[in-house]
């Protein structure tokens, strides 16, 4: 059974920076492309970044630049390190499983974490 564990999250001052880590099992983990999303109070989930499993990776443009998605096969993690953040970065953020297809519509990723909050004030 695949499983995925978020971790990392708090609260930040605007400016600051957080780094989220997501721990994965029962699936052969260098095998599988991840991917990061998060969801605001009374919005939609959307597409924060996407890490392949060759490694190469793609952003949200609302992130680039100031975010950075890397893994470690060796422990099964994934992490997303966040700088500069803002006051809309604010969300739950939820690393995901990709199942192939499209990389931003939460529909291709089939195993999500519970998420882990994100606050940054202003």
């Known amino acids: 059974q695949v499983q995925l564990a978020e971790s990392g999250g708090g609260v930040v001052q605007a400016g600051g920076s957080l780094r989220l880590s997501c721990v994965a099992s029962?699936?052969?983990?260098?095998?599988?492309?991840m991917g990061w999303f998060r969801q605001a109070p009374g919005k939609e989930r959307e597409f924060v970044s996407r890490?392949?499993?060759?490694?190469?990776?793609t952003y949200a443009d609302s992130v680039k630049g100031r975010f950075t998605t890397s893994r470690d096969n060796a422990k099964y993690t994934v992490y997303l390190q966040m700088n500069s953040l803002k006051p809309e970065d604010t969300a739950v953020y939820y690393c995901?499983?990709?199942?192939?297809?499209?990389?931003?519509?939460?529909?291709?990723?089939?195993?999500w974490g519970q998420g882990t909050q994100v606050t940054v004030s202003s």
């Open positions: 890490i392949h499993r060759s490694g190469e990776t």
């Open positions: 995901a499983r990709s199942r192939g297809g499209t990389q931003i519509d939460p529909s291709g990723y089939d195993y």
């Open positions: 029962g699936l052969t983990f260098e095998l599988n492309s």
